[in-house]
T-cell receptor, first 112, second 115 residues
Framework: GDSVTQMEGPVTLSEEAFLTINCTYT??????LFWYVQYPGEGLQLLLK?????DKGSNKGFEATYRKETTSFHLEKGSVQVSDSAVYFC???????????FGKGTMLLVSP | NAGVMQNPRHLVRRRGQEARLRCSPM?????VYWYRQLPEEGLKFMVY????????ESGMPKERFSAEFPKEGPSILRIQQVVRGDSAAYFC?????????????FGDGTRLSIL
């Protein structure tokens, strides 16, 4: 079945550092790919998405590119802020219908 | 607020009791998904419903768990005879159509604690 693997956390960075959170997937067909962010005590918020190979999703300074050849969708941000501290989930959506397969999540901690 | 509404936010039950979790999808959304998040883990799909129909329940435990999405009212996830292992955060998501590229919008979850 489908699966999503993302790097384990926590990832600890200083403010303004560069962020990369790796994500790879296995799926039949051509899934859509998503990054969701979860702040403490809250639900998941969609951060960005890409629906086909070579698409780049971007939002709030975060970017991720759908790489079919490496089955990856790594999340990057050039300069993180303390307010970016949260748990980040990579997810794939089946090409048939929309149930999502999630990675285990990566906690990001940004210190001033 | 037109977001996905879940209630209650926190629910405490004793072993053997029943838990009922409610989810009202976003306005205009007819597809509802339930996910469970165990501590230190990602979300696991449980069940996918449209109005009055269960489309995919492959992630639901075979016993004690059931879900419905009636023609009127919210979707309900029901857990009978709860056990300690049912303690988790349960998230509901909704989308307007059944297509892989359509993002799901999540509620804030119900945190279920079993004493």
């Amino acid at each position: 079945g489908d699966s999503v693997t993302q790097m384990e956390g926590p990832v600890t960075l200083s403010e303004e550092a560069f962020l990369t959170i790796n994500c790879t997937y296995t799926a039949t067909g051509y899934p859509s790919l998503f990054w969701y962010v979860q702040y403490p005590g809250e639900g998941l918020q969609l951060l960005l998405k890409a629906t086909k190979a070579d698409d780049k999703g971007s939002n709030k300074g975060f970017e991720a590119t759908y790489r079919k050849e490496t089955t990856s969708f790594h999340l990057e941000k050039g300069s993180v802020q303390v307010s970016d501290s949260a748990v980040y989930f990579c997810a794939s959506g089946g090409s048939g219908y929309s149930t999502l397969t999630f990675g285990k999540g990566t906690m990001l901690l940004v210190s001033p | 607020n037109a977001g996905v509404m879940q209630n209650p936010r926190h629910l405490v039950r004793r072993r053997g009791q029943e838990a009922r979790l409610r989810c009202s999808p976003m306005k205009g959304h007819s597809h509802v998904y339930w996910y469970r998040q165990l501590p230190e883990e990602g979300l696991k799909f449980m069940v996918y419903l449209q109005k009055e129909n269960i489309i995919d329940e492959s992630g639901m435990p075979k016993e004690r768990f059931s879900a419905e999405f009636p023609k009127e009212g919210p979707s309900i996830l029901r857990i009978q005879q709860v056990v300690r292992g049912d303690s988790a955060a349960y998230f509901c998501a909704s989308s307007p159509m059944d297509r892989g590229g359509e993002p799901q919008h999540f509620g804030d979850g119900t945190r279920l604690s079993i004493l």
